[in-house]
């Protein structure tokens, strides 16, 4: 039974007036004449309407139908309107990925405000390094992500978003502690804690290019706990700016005259909930207006 040919029956008959019906269905005459003579067909020759001169009125048959037909358009009507309403106040979950070391600061304020503004708005955050986070993105596990290097996969959108500044984390009796700043290549030799594989990576790059060079005792998911390990006295850890904060047992060193870049990575042609681009948009002006 087609949706439109009941409305047009329902509104023909409050109405008893083909012209007039037509009109208000926003439909031609002959068209609504020719929905109503197949819907009597349908229902077995059952005659809904007949002639009275030039106008028409529902036959008994057809007043029984119009009871029914209307209480059944109220209910798929109210039906819709519940249906809109659930998806207008459901949730939206923002799956959010991030390198270690971005999620303080800016990013956090942002997704608080942001959080804060849209009550419908849920955050899934997951914490990893660049590779994991894209791979995420590619599966359409993450919406977005916040990554510290780019990939040649055409699939990807990069946005570079702004630059991070880095430290050495050294133990407070370190011989390098009370240093102004440190040359890259005077502490590349030593234990270190990597917290982030392409913090690693592109730190060898910058150096000695060499891997073999690096004394990497221990790899760690966040740079808190790479931080946990330079206070326990395990080695050394090269941190974004972010991350830096008085903790004991540790000093934190800039590192001379070396920045990582930080990307937005989403997929090309996915689309996005209003509400998780608007968020993307706002969080990659913030970010770059902040740098």
């Known amino acids: 039974m087609n949706y439109n040919v009941l409305r047009y029956f329902s509104v023909l008959a409050q109405v008893e007036h083909y012209t007039v019906a037509a009109a208000r269905l926003g439909i031609s005459q002959p068209s609504l004449s020719s929905a109503i003579h197949n819907l009597e067909n349908e229902l077995g020759g059952v005659k809904l309407f007949e002639k009275t001169g030039r106008n028409i009125r529902l036959t008994d048959e057809g007043k029984f139908y119009q009871e029914k037909v209307d209480a059944a358009l109220k209910e798929l009507h109210s039906a819709s309107l519940m249906l809109r309403d659930s998806k207008l106040s459901a949730p939206v979950v923002i799956r959010m990925g991030v390198v270690s070391g971005t999620l303080e600061g800016l990013v956090a304020k942002e997704i ?4 804060r503004d849209n009550q419908r708005i849920r955050f899934h955050l997951t914490e990893s390094s660049a590779e994991s986070l894209m791979d995420l993105v590619r599966q ?5 992500a916040i990554v510290d290097s780019t990939d040649r996969d055409r699939s990807l959108h990069f946005r570079k978003l702004n630059q991070r500044d880095f430290y050495v984390a050294l133990p407070e009796d370190h011989p390098l502690a009370d240093s102004e700043c440190i040359d890259p290549n005077s502490v590349v030799h030593e234990p270190q804690i990597v917290f982030n594989y392409n913090v690693a990576k592109s730190f060898k790059e910058w150096t000695t290019g060499a891997p073999a060079d690096e004394k990497v005792i221990c790899t760690v998911d966040t740079a808190q706990s790479a931080l946990d390990l330079v206070a326990a006295g395990v080695g050394i850890a090269f941190i974004p700016d972010k991350c830096v904060s008085s903790r004991p ?7 001379k005259n070396w920045h990582q870049a930080l990307y937005m990575c989403i997929l090309y042609d996915k689309w996005l909930e209003p509400p998780v681009w608007d968020f993307v948009e706002i969080l990659v002006k913030s970010m770059r207006e902040g740098s």
Not at 112 to 115: F, L, P, R
Not at 140 to 144: G, P
Not at 249 to 255: E, K, Q
């Open 249 to 255: 047992g540790i000093r934190f060193v800039p590192l």
């Open 112 to 115: 608080a405000q942001y959080a």
């Open 140 to 144: 359409e596990k993450l919406d977005m």
